[in-house]
Structures are given as C-alpha cells and as structure tokens.
C-alpha cells in the first residue's frame, strides 16, 4: 500500500517501528522499573508510589495469584477506579502469565455477570465499594478466588485507616457485602513477599487484554489484544510523541514529565495513554479517581505542575469552563491530548485560550489497542482532523464493497498494523464481520482522507451512541427497556447534549397505559450503568417501521421533540 502520508510525517518521526524490540510488556515494564526505579511511578492523595514499589508490590501479587495454581493465560478480572493498587494488580498479573480483565466498576449486576461470564475470569480484584455488585453474581461465575481492597490500602499509616474509615463509616460509600472466602489485598501482599514470582517467557501473540467493548448486537465483546498489540502501540505512540518529549518552545524539559490520569483506567485510552505509557518514559501519574469532582482535582493538580493531560471533549469542557480549574498555573503543560470521542471546536478554543495549550486530536478503538491516528504533536492550533496515520499503521477509506474510494469521499475507516486486535473473544463470527480478507478493520466510522493523508470523521456508520467518550449501543438499551411489562416498542437513539456530547434518547410505545417515565427510570438504574441509562424518554402511539418490520431510528433521530418528551 502506497503510504504516500509519510511526506508530511513531523520531522524526527519513523515511518515504522520495531515491534520486537520487547517480546511482552512485562519485559517492557521490568525495564523502566529498572531505569526509574527512584523516580515516582503514581501518586494518589499525596502519596506517592515508586517504580522500585511498583516492581516489589507487582511482583508480590503476581507469586501470590501464581501461588494459587493458576494456569498460564488465566483471566484475572479487576474492577477498580483510579486508585494505586491498580497499576500494582495490572502489573502482577501480566508478570505472572495472566490475562487482565478490565472492568467498569459502575456496571450494573446484569452487565459484570455476562463479562465475567464471558471472560472465563477464575479470579478478581474488587474495590470493596463495589463489593456488593459482585456479591450478587459471583456464584454464577467461573471466580474462585476474590481479592477485597480499600481504597486507602496503600497510602501508609495512618493515612491509610483515617481514609478507610471516613470512607466506610463517616462517607458511608460502602455497601454491606458478604464474599465468602475472600482476601484482604493487603493480606495477599504480605503473602506474596514470601513467596517467588516464577518468570514466565511470554510470547509476542500471547494475549494480554481482554478489553471489552460493546457491538451491534448490544452484547459486549471482549477485544483480544495480544502484547505484540500494545507494545507496538506504546512505541508507535513514543514516536509520535518524541518531538514534544524534547521541545523547548515553552520552557527547559522536564526531567520527569507528570501526567494527569483523570481518565478511568479501565477504558482503554487512559490505560495505554496513562499507565503503560507512563511507564514506558518514565512519567509519574497523578489519578484523579472521580473527574467530576473537579474542585478536589484542582486540589490535586495545585500540588504537581502537569504536563501531559489527555482527556475526552466533555472532560475538556467541564475544565475548561470551571473557574477553581481556571486558576492554575498552565505554564507547564507541553501536551493535551483530545481522544474518545470527537473534539469540539469552541472547546478547543476555549482551551488553547485558556492554557495556551492546543488540543492535539487523535483517533482508535479498543479493537486497535487503541490509537490508530494523531495530529501532528507540535501543532500550534487544533486542525478539525484525527490527524495522519501512526507509523506501522495503514488505513484505507472502503465503499461498502470493501473497495477504496478516491480521496476526498467518504467511506468506512480501515485501519492495519501491528496494534490491531487479534480478533473478538470466543467470537470468531463477529470477528469475520469486521476483518477484511488482507488484515484491514473496518471501524464502522465514516471519514475521508485528504491528499495530504489527514484524516477526518464524517459520521457514524452504525448506531452507537458516544456518551462522555463511553460506547452505548441502542440494542442493549432497548432489551433492558423491553424487558419491562409495561414496554411495547422501543427504540433508542443519541441526541447532541452539552455535557456529555450525546445523550441517550428512548422512544416507548406503551403496553401499559399508567406506566411512567419514571418507573421505566429507575428500571433502568437497575440494569444499566449510568452513561448508558436514557436521559429523555418519548412516549408515542407508535414508532416508524420499515416495510420488514424495522424500528427506524433514524427518523426517530431526525423527527422533531414532541411535548410528551421528559428530561429524566
């Protein structure tokens, strides 16, 4: 394939990368543990986590769940926010020769159940809030080993019991669970320091993630990425960023860059663009564990000048528009990162007036370990565009026959490199849906690509709804909803919102002549996560049919509100 958008590659970076360089990311992490090992890793409430604590606490966890007879390759799920044990179990189970499970510690009950299901997860790494979630499917699930933590579990005494007890008895942000024969995360540590990590020769195409995300079809997928997958990813985003790791236009370099991880660490953005990233150059993370606290994380960031800051539209609005956040000192900011979701263009601006910081746009999928395209790093002014291809990275523009089209016409992104997926998860006909014959994904996002190989999003080839830089897919909404005896029809669609970029819309024909909008409300509360539950609801006498039969969303989309819609 003719790669003709290398001619307008910033200078410095590589049209490919070598992907052997490491053979998995536990020898890629071993390696900065080693090189930085002084030097902070995360910092979490003001207390800070060395490369060297990361490597002995990593190491610690991974001989205790190896200790446990876990085969090679054995799904270890982890439900946490952005907390410090995080970074310690992600590391200990990939040197142990386990596979992370990352999961949304929001999910509703019926949500862990299918991915802990599906995974075939034999072990888990709870937040003990969340404890009672996993309380009530457990013994439905292949789990046999179930790991408790506190969120205040590694912030050193007496931190570490003034914060678990406000949290558990002043905050009252525990719910009572029981957890037969579960473990203390703190109690493993200290038993796995007795213990030896066995290394494990991992292979390149072993596989590292199961990274969930959701489908046409409304259940959830898990996209296997392999370490071969997110190694080229670090290093093809090493190479992009490299420029700006040693730009001097605002001022001397960083000996140790900071980062803001205000981003979840479950989504695939923030763990590669934060947590493994950050190890790769040795950054220090700070995790926000809750960004729409913003006031508590403009306390945070006063306290560590930042850097790096990568972040969704609807995060970069919320900032941007805070008058505490507006207060700080953006001296040092060398790079904002907008991905997850398409950047606005009066958010841009706000920002780059702001800081003085333009946003630098990039574009992937969980399906592509996640970043496939970047905007030059050095730009002065955000461009509208998801920027040119990584290196290793070919994307072509398809017409619905699988053909390119010419440049400058719309069609379906393509994306092939080294960081595509291996496929999906047990799935081998979802897989077949979105692999072309010579090795392209097919995105399921409309753009077009300009002679100069930038790339720019047109629409959305299918349905899903982008809410906060979170998938939502209509089809799992409309079974939750339908599953209510007061449900005839329904169908869900996205509409713009301010603050999070789209909303979810339900349109209901009722069975029920008395059901209400907030019962169908608070059914959904309890079989959704929160992004995913409607913020209006329609109701109708009926809904736009195809000649086959086929709810038509797109009409419903188009069609203008009537006075029976509620804001929920």
Not at 291 to 311: E, G
Not at 313 to 331: G, I, K, P, Q, V
Not at 332 to 337: F, V
Not at 505 to 523: G, I, N, Q
């Amino acid at each position: 394939m003719d790669r003709f958008w290398l001619k307008n590659y910033p200078q410095g970076v590589p049209a490919d990368i070598d992907v052997a360089q490491y053979r998995s990311l536990p020898e890629l992490m071993e390696d900065s543990f080693r090189k930085f090992a002084q030097r902070h890793a995360f910092v979490f409430m003001d207390h800070a986590l060395t490369y060297a604590e990361l490597d002995r606490l990593s190491t610690a966890f991974g001989a205790w769940l190896q200790g446990k007879g876990l085969a090679r390759g054995t799904r270890v799920a982890i439900m946490m926010p952005n907390v410090l044990q995080y970074p310690v179990a992600l590391a200990g189970v990939l040197r142990a020769g386990y596979v992370v499970v990352n999961v949304n510690p929001l999910y509703a009950p019926r949500e862990l159940e299918h991915q802990l299901k599906d995974s075939g997860a034999e072990a888990i790494v709870v937040l003990e809030n969340f404890a009672a979630t996993l309380q009530q499917v457990v013994a439905r699930t292949s789990i046999k080993h179930v790991i408790v933590t506190s969120i205040g579990d590694l912030l050193g005494f007496p931190k570490s019991a003034v914060v678990n007890f406000t949290v558990r008895r002043i905050r009252k942000l525990v719910p009572p669970y029981s957890l037969a024969g579960h473990w203390q995360f703190t109690d493993v540590l200290e038993e796995g320091h007795g213990r030896t990590l066995d290394r494990v020769a991992l292979e390149p195409e072993e596989i590292a993630f199961l990274q969930y995300t959701g489908g046409t079809t409304g259940v959830a997928k898990g996209a296997v990425l392999t370490h071969r997958n997110l190694i080229a990813n670090l290093l093809q985003s090493e190479a992009w960023l490299e420029p700006a790791l040693h730009d001097t236009r605002r001022g001397p370099v960083p000996e140790q860059f900071v980062y803001v991880c205000a981003l979840p660490l479950y989504h695939a953005f923030a763990l590669v663009a934060n947590c493994l990233f950050g190890m790769r150059v040795g950054a220090v993370n700070v995790l926000i564990a809750n960004p729409r606290d913003i006031h508590q994380m403009v306390k945070d960031l006063r306290k560590h000048p930042f850097n790096v800051l990568p972040a969704v539209n609807t995060l970069l609005n919320a900032m941007a528009e805070n008058a505490e956040f507006r207060t700080l000192d953006f001296s040092g900011l060398r790079i904002s990162i907008g991905a997850g979701m398409a950047v606005h263009k009066t958010v841009a601006d706000k920002w780059l007036a702001l800081t003085g910081c333009p946003i630098v746009e990039a574009y992937g999928l969980t399906e592509t370990s996640p970043a496939a395209t970047c905007n030059p790093i050095l730009i002065r002014e955000w461009s509208g565009t998801i920027g040119l291809p990584f290196p290793s990275t070919e994307i072509a523009i398809l017409d619905d026959a699988g053909q390119p089209v010419p440049l400058g016409q719309p069609g379906e992104i393509a994306i092939r490199g080294p960081q595509v997926m291996a496929g999906y998860w047990q799935r081998p006909d979802e897989t077949a849906k979105v692999m072309t014959s010579d090795g392209f994904f097919k995105s399921g996002d409309i753009g077009t690509m300009d002679e100069r190989g930038y790339i720019r999003i047109v629409d959305r080839k299918k349905d899903m709804i982008i809410v906060s830089g979170f998938n939502v897919y209509p089809n799992e909404i409309e079974a939750v909803v339908a599953m209510h005896p007061g449900v005839l029809e329904c169908a869900a669609v996205g509409v713009p919102d301010e603050r999070a970029g789209e909303a979810v819309k339900l349109f209901v024909v009722r069975k029920d002549p008395a059901l209400t909008d907030a019962e169908l409300m608070e059914h959904c509360k309890q079989q959704l996560t929160g992004y995913k539950r409607p913020k209006y609801i329609e109701f109708r006498e009926e809904l736009p049919k195809s000649n086959i039969g086929k709810i038509l969303r797109r009409a419903l989309k188009e069609s203008p509100a009537t006075e029976a819609a509620r804001s929920a």
